[in-house]
């Protein structure tokens, strides 16, 4: 038996996801898990799909068992979420190898890089080029350029190389026992809206599509798209944040200073320029643009935005993952749920009535979820009921 794992968002489960879990499958791997965001993901925006499709569209393509990340760690940075991620792995204590996409394609670039990032004095070379005003993402990007020249340059500008040394990075820090491998990504790339011959187009591409009721069939596997269909003709999909936006607005105008303090990522005295946008915004879009500033990118401010509605603090993100929670499995995902049994660092639940086992904070933390959900109920075109966390049943396949 060899175990592997993806961390992953599947928003929605599209070819380029079906190549990396044939190629993983080609390395050998009998049993795929994949730790994936639940009903919000990483950009700051409701995951078009609920969590419990999105499962069943990655079981029904291969992979054998998702784990759901907790909704305050997916709506978080990439160093962030990629660290939260490599915890969840670590705490299943029977992961073989973790698997990942990439724009390079070399995992040992990616390690040399992710060793020049550990390393302290870095830090001093970041905060240099943060004072000439560069983003963070330029600030590192001319670190590593100084440190190991041209020949890295574009490797940390690219995003699924990013999200790769940050993986890279957190399995170094925790001492994980497993192996890291990268698989080249084919086709278009992230967020573009080119199509290309091979029917691998970006994410963002088949999102669109989805919005304006394009044709999908090619772009994503056969059981995903009786999936999407079927969801949308429910009114349970697409989700989006637009459907409560004057909700947005009132929630953000309910703020003082001290709350928006307490959010994810704020610093440099941005929450004096959200209380300003928040005046004067009459819509989301232009909350997002009038917050903005060369500093803090666009992801940056909506998932400060969304945070602020959900009840997301700073201190929630920083906590440690609580439980593992099972969203679905296949017959061979049995095998591995059997073997957590005995290796498993953390709790391993699938209902709420096995959380309520667990303690206060256990508790706590499904409660966050439940919270978020119900919110989110309310972004699909159908309103959905309340609870759906608690009454929800896991996706067998």
């Not at 190629?23 to 799909?49: D, L």
């Not at 792995?89 to 724009?103: K, P």
């Not at 772009?219 to 969801?231: A, D, M």
């Not at 706590?364 to 309340?386: D, G, H, I, R, W």
Request: one cysteine or more; aromatic letters at 6%; a positive charge.
């Amino acid at each position: 038996m060899k175990i592997s794992a993806v961390i992953s968002e599947f928003n929605p489960f599209h070819l380029g996801h079906q190549y990396l879990i044939n190629k993983i499958r080609e390395n050998g791997t009998t049993h795929i898990v994949a730790v994936m965001s639940g009903n919000f993901v990483q950009r700051g925006e409701p995951a078009m799909f609920s969590k419990w499709s999105r499962a069943k569209m990655a079981l029904t393509s291969g992979v054998d068992l998702v784990i759901e990340i907790p909704v305050a760690m997916s709506v978080s940075t990439a160093q962030r979420y990629a660290y939260k991620g490599i915890e969840i792995v670590n705490s299943l204590g029977c992961v073989d190898a973790l698997c990942f996409g990439s724009e390079c394609g070399d995992t040992k670039a990616l390690e040399i890089v992710s060793d020049a990032l550990l390393e302290n004095h870095i830090f001093d070379d970041i905060k240099s080029y943060l004072s000439r005003g560069m983003t963070y993402a330029k600030a590192r990007e001319c670190a590593i350029d100084e440190r190991l020249g041209l020949g890295f340059k574009g490797i940390v500008c690219q995003p699924n190389n990013i999200l790769a040394i940050e993986y890279i990075k957190a399995i170094k820090q925790m001492k994980c026992e497993f192996s890291f491998e990268t698989i080249s990504r084919v086709g278009a790339q992230h967020d573009s809206k080119n199509r290309s011959g091979d029917g691998i187009v970006s994410a963002s591409l088949i999102r669109d599509f989805v919005k304006k009721n394009i044709e999908i069939c090619g772009y994503v596997p056969s059981e995903s798209e009786k999936i999407i269909l079927r969801e949308t003709e429910l009114g349970n999909a697409p989700a989006d944040i637009l459907n409560v936006e004057r909700a947005v607005l009132a929630k953000m105008r309910s703020l003082d200073v001290q709350d928006i303090l307490n959010l994810p990522d704020i610093s440099e005295g941005i929450e004096h320029r959200i209380l300003n946008a928040v005046k004067d915004a009459r819509s989301i879009d232009d909350l997002y643009f009038k917050i903005k500033t060369k500093r803090y990118t666009m992801s940056r401010i909506r998932r400060i935005v969304l945070s602020s509605l959900l009840g997301i603090t700073n201190k929630a993100q920083e906590a440690g993952v609580p439980y593992i929670r099972v969203l679905g499995f296949s017959q061979r995902g049995k095998d591995v749920l059997a073997l957590m049994k005995n290796t498993a660092k953390l709790p391993v639940i699938s209902s709420y009535s096995q959380v309520k086992r667990l303690g206060v904070e256990c508790e706590k933390a499904f409660e966050l979820e439940n919270k978020t959900s119900n919110l989110y109920s309310l972004m699909t075109p159908k309103v959905q009921p309340c609870d759906m966390e608690k009454t929800s049943k896991i996706i067998v396949i």
